[in-house]
């Protein structure tokens, strides 16, 4: 009989729930400067490093009209995403299967480079909770470990995970990265030229 360790699945959440009203429109739509809509090219990276990706939209966005945007993705729907971040990545972490660890990351931080997202999930097999920092800010993708679902699923409001992250604190593992994209958000169009893509 085998005794082999079976594979570790590593999936990420893209949280793609909101529209972003301080860009002025749907900013998932806007497009990077070599064309590449947002919401597409954070995709892209998380599919080169992860073994399943799960697409967040928000309660009124069309599933099968995201879907078609984002092939070898699954998209749900956050029923409570009105409410805040927390709710939008409580509703998708209900979905994450068999997954081992996940890594969350955000639509509109396009400019996270892949071998940033690779490290963070490197580190997963190692330690519960992967923080990437720049400059010492906290940043994103962040990787949690199969064991603090249960804490995310009962995350509310907008702040996100950042609670999690504060109660784990002595026991997570945060990296330096020489990537300013694990903080660089899109919140106006001029962002959109801002950094450097992928």
């Known amino acids: ?37 947002m919401l597409e090219a954070a995709l892209g990276t998380l599919r080169a490093c992860c073994d399943e990706v799960i697409v967040v939209v928000g309660a009124a966005d069309s599933e099968p009209a995201f879907a078609a945007r984002c092939p070898g993705a699954r998209v749900v729907r956050a029923p409570r995403s009105g409410g805040g971040m927390g709710y939008s990545l ?3 972490i209900a979905h994450a299967g068999d997954w081992d660890a996940c890594l969350v990351a955000l639509a509109d ?6 071998d940033s997202v ?8 190692t ?11 906290w940043g994103h993708p962040v990787g949690f470990a199969r064991r603090l679902f249960p804490a995310l699923a009962q995350l509310a409001g907008d702040a996100g995970a950042r609670g999690v992250i504060v109660a784990e604190r002595e026991r997570a593992w945060f990296v330096e990265l020489d990537d300013p994209g694990v903080l660089t958000d899109v919140d106006t169009p001029t962002d959109l030229m801002g950094s450097e893509s992928n």
Do not use: C, N, Y
């Not at 570790?8 to 909101?18: F, K, P, T």
């Not at 931080?109 to 892949?114: E, S, T, W």
């Not at 690779?118 to 097999?125: D, M, N």
């Open 118 to 125: 690779r490290q963070v999930r490197e580190l997963l097999a």
């Open 109 to 114: 931080k396009p400019f996270v480079r892949a």
């Open 127 to 137: 330690h519960d909770l992967v923080v990437p920092t720049h400059g010492g800010a």
């Open 90 to 92: 409580a509703d998708g």
């Open 1 to 37: 009989m085998s005794t082999a360790t079976p594979a570790r699945r590593i999936g990420a959440l893209l949280l793609a729930a909101g529209v972003g009203r301080r860009f002025g429109s749907d900013k998932r739509e806007a497009r990077l400067a070599d064309g590449t809509p």
